[in-house]
């Protein structure tokens, strides 16, 4: 199990896409594929050159994913949010814990790229969402056997927590397991909305959802990190 495909799905990320692709052709995956929902910025001319393949997808992070995983070649899919950044020995540690066979996926520790107690916290409490709950937000770099991924269904189709869902069915099937890395988080929206006020609406939104209330209804309460251009 050699070959890992990076997946990004990207909405009107032209900031920072450049540094995004660059980094992530430092780690030497097979492939990177970009799977756009409609970018109305630079995104576009800007991936399109950097990426192994440039797809355009309905708008939403499900169906974007899910279109470049069946065009994805790896044994393995990793996938990353634009404003991510995996550590050096992310790819590595990826492969060792699928070495595994009991587990069916994993995740990195999550590192939010600012200063701060309060962001502190927040990294532990993603650590102990996934050991203890076994569910995984998008910006936790979800890696999984991509026979597994096709097996499963690939992520559901919803406008909003795809990854959390998802996560959560993987978590029937087998462990879920942090990888020793560390995966590298913009604090856009925590800078822009307040640490607070952002983190308690995450909390509300995923327990309002994993209560029965439908994802797609939620969305608008999760609004883009960045202005329109």
């Known amino acids: 199990m050699e070959n ?10 032209e900031r920072g896409i450049v540094d995004a692709l660059t980094q992530a052709r430092e780690l030497n995956p097979l492939e990177i594929l970009v799977a756009d929902g409609g970018s109305i910025d630079r995104t576009r001319s800007l991936a399109e050159p950097l990426a192994d393949t440039f ?5 939403g992070r499900s169906a974007q994913m899910n279109l470049a995983a ?3 070649k ?3 899919l990793l996938f990353l949010h634009a404003d991510c950044r995996l550590g050096k020995n992310a790819l590595t540690r990826a492969k060792k814990v699928l070495n595994d066979k009991e587990v ?4 990195f520790h999550m590192k939010i790229r600012a200063p701060g107690f309060s962001y502190r916290l927040i990294e532990r409490a993603a650590a102990a969402r996934v050991e203890w709950a076994g569910l995984v937000y998008g910006d936790q770099g979800l890696f999984l056997r991509r026979s597994d991924f096709h097996r499963l269904g690939g992520f559901p189709n919803l406008l909003f927590m795809e990854d959390l869902f998802f996560s959560r069915s993987l978590a029937a099937k087998g462990k879920l397991r942090l990888a020793r890395e560390d995966i590298f ?9 307040g640490i607070v006020r952002q983190t308690l609406r995450n909390w509300t939104l995923t327990a309002l959802a994993l209560a029965g209330v439908h994802p797609d209804r939620l969305a608008s309460f999760y609004p883009p990190p960045w202005d329109s251009p």
């Open 55 to 59: 797809l355009l997808a309905p708008r």
């Open 104 to 107: 069916i996926a994993g995740c």
């Open 74 to 76: 790896g044994d393995l």
């Open 185 to 193: 988080v913009s604090p856009r929206r925590w800078q822009k909305h």
């Open 70 to 72: 069946r065009q994805a």
């Open 4 to 13: 890992i495909s990076l997946i990004i799905p990207t909405l009107n990320e």
